[in-house]
């Protein structure tokens, strides 16, 4: 007697390959995607006092602290923008980038216990921590808002306009370099533990590399600036400025450098996962 065939409702098989990326599967899975947003985000201030209003005081502090070195004591311009609005519009563009990065880059370290039970596109954990982010950014971003409209109050001018349009762009244009560089950083720490020790600390030298608190008119015209320059990150962190105040050095043929520079890195992010995805839990 012939035997009843079982009907299995998913069938897991290799992936074919570098390119066989499975995106299909991670669109399936975006209910658990949603919720891995969820837990990084309640889970970052799980046993907390203050909660998710650290969001506020960090920035708030960290302004302070750049406003009392570099704007007061170093006496850096900040082309014709409050020093107050150009450093926190600074550090919430920067926060968002370098905790994409740094979480992205534990991917696979952080979370071998859950790959090694059950079965999910691996690439639904890095683009959880993405999504979380943005979250952190909006409410960063809403701090920032409040106090332009407190100076629009006081009689400062502040721009308010289509430009703000572009101010997703470039989000997603920052989440794709984290996203990409992550998922290389962390393909790489499977087997280099060292790059984890690393990371942190190039993510800071990265940040006065990038035009963060001080604005790239400043150090163009001086024999180092064509380093800030060639950073893919400037033109991201000068345009997200221009779009919110009107005012930097700016250049639209500048973002083509970076979306090119972004969109190789995160193919090489992709494949780099994809390959190292299929042997990592004999190594991690």
Request: hydrophobic share 50%; charged share 15%; glycine share 6%.
């Amino acid at each position: 007697m012939k035997e009843k065939e079982e009907d299995w409702t998913l069938v897991i098989k290799p992936s074919s390959g570098l390119f066989d990326l499975q995106l299909k599967e991670v669109w399936q899975y975006r209910d658990l995607l949603f919720l891995f947003v969820k837990r990084d985000f309640v889970a970052a201030y799980k046993q907390t006092i203050l909660g998710p209003l650290w969001h506020f005081i960090q920035p708030l502090f960290t302004t302070i602290v750049f406003l009392i070195v570099y704007s007061k004591i170093a006496d850096i311009p900040t082309d014709g923008i409050h020093p107050i609005l150009f450093y926190m519009s600074g550090i919430a563009i920067w926060n968002y980038f370098s905790s994409c990065l740094t979480a992205t880059s534990n991917t696979f370290s952080a979370n071998a216990n859950i790959f090694g039970k059950v079965y999910f596109p691996r690439l639904v954990l890095p683009l959880s921590v993405v999504l979380s982010n943005v979250v952190k950014f909006g409410i960063q971003f809403l701090l920032l808002l409040s106090v332009m409209l407190y100076y629009l109050t006081k009689g400062e001018h502040i721009h308010f306009g289509l430009s703000w349009l572009w101010i997703p762009v470039l989000i997603l244009l920052l989440a794709t370099l984290g996203l990409g560089l992550g998922i290389i950083i962390s393909s790489l720490t499977t087997k280099y533990r060292d790059f984890k020790v690393l990371i942190g600390f190039a993510t800071q030298l990265l940040m006065y590399a990038t035009p963060v608190v001080y604005p790239l008119s400043f150090l163009i015209n001086k024999s180092y600036g064509w380093l800030i320059t060639w950073n893919p990150l400037t033109p991201i962190v000068e345009a997200f400025r221009y779009a919110l105040f009107e005012k930097g050095t700016f250049s639209p043929y500048s973002l083509l450098y970076s979306l090119g520079f972004i969109t190789i890195i995160f193919i090489i992010g992709l494949i780099t996962f994809n390959k190292v995805e299929r042997s990592f839990m004999d190594t991690v």
